[in-house]
């Protein structure tokens, strides 16, 4: 069947040049949108005062904290190359990986079969329109996401055990820059056992996987080793401190006491965790002594057991379509939501479009089922395991490639250059 204007083929040299010119477009478009001047937003400040903190105290100092070290040292060489301060330096750290990011993701996507340059182009278009709020932002997603990238692609694009072993620790330097990238270790250990099954033995396959898990264990150990040695635990990354004189203080509220009040909770019926003040979180422990907020994992699945399978279902059957669909012009749909008041009726009408569309790409889904888990593993374990609800920039890492299979549709039944014009206009709206 013939698509809509697809009589005009493209060559796949100029599918890259439209691929790099809308990247270049988006992080353009971006900077109007939040330029440098812009406030604190998010946990930029955090990210800041963390590379000041190696600024004034010394390497080994920082990196006994165990939080996000490479990042702070990475802000810290760019706004000492730059001269500018460490917020604006995350900033254009936070740029210089968009486009690192953008070129990474697309020889991740050699590795797909069945999805030709015009499907490739849509899919960097779709990955760069979800990049644009973080784009100018001196947040970690978007450095993080170009280690795990380098992985996939290490990965995927050579069998060598030394391929395998720098794929271990390049995954590893994205953990040193944002801890979630733990959540990814499962799919990629399950691509590396169950890919060439036809052609390689077991044996040699468990030996990759091991390689792979090996090279980042012994990264992760010898990062500790300092914190450590300072603090007699492993440092795990924590927003639940701050500094006095160079001394780690921490602080009285923490993080995952507003987690489990907002999702287990949340009598005041806010629709997000933002919208709930430590204040009211306070206020709710004063009046309810007996209810204990600062629960680890498996306590919080023992004692909300229902929530949290209700908020598991939630997320993988009716957040995950509306998440994909979001990058796409034609997401713009649920304008409808005007009239029809139900954010579930959107999500659910969404659910059954990307349905449609998986089951016209069921072909491109089944040949590429293992490669597709790796993203999906990751995004069902961040689901089951973090107690808040899922937030954007945690879902870049995976999107892109869970959206391919809308991305070979639009490109097998539309003109790459309609595609594009759509994209632009969706995001200059």
Known sequence: MKGIFTSYKVSDRYLSYISWAYVLF???????????SAGEFGDEGYYADEAAYLGRYDVYASLSQGTSFVFSLLIFLVSKACFVSYLIGARLLSVLFFFISAALFGRCLRAFTSLDAAGRCVAVVYFATIC????????ADIVCIAFIFGAFHLLTSARSMRNTLL??????????VKPIVLFTIPGFGLYLLLN?????????????????????IACFALYHVPGYLTYHKLMLESKDHHYVDG????????WNEKNVYFEAYNPNNHPNKWAVSWEEVAAYKAQHPEVKLNLGYTEYVKTHTATWGKNLASK?????????????????????????KSLFLVKFITLLII??????????IRENAL?????FTYYFILCAYLIPQLEDNWLLYCLPFLALPVCRFLSRYVHIAVLVLLQVVYVLL
């Open 26 to 36: 988006i992080a353009i478009a971006a900077y109007y949108r939040f330029p440098l």
């Open 132 to 139: 644009t709020a973080w784009v100018w932002k001196g947040l």
């Open 167 to 176: 794929a271990g620790a390049v995954l590893f330097l994205g953990f040193t």
């Open 196 to 216: 060439h099954r036809g052609t390689i033995s077991f044996a040699k396959r468990a030996l990759r996987a091991f390689a792979f898990l090996a090279a980042f």
């Open 247 to 254: 001394k780690r203080v921490e602080n009285p509220n923490l």
């Open 316 to 340: 993988v059957f009716l957040t995950l379509p509306y998440s994909i669909q979001y990058g796409f012009f034609f997401a713009k749909w649920n304008i409808a939501n005007h009239w029809l």
């Open 355 to 364: 349905a449609v569309i998986c089951i016209a790409e069921r072909r491109f």
């Open 371 to 375: 490669l597709l888990a790796v993203p």
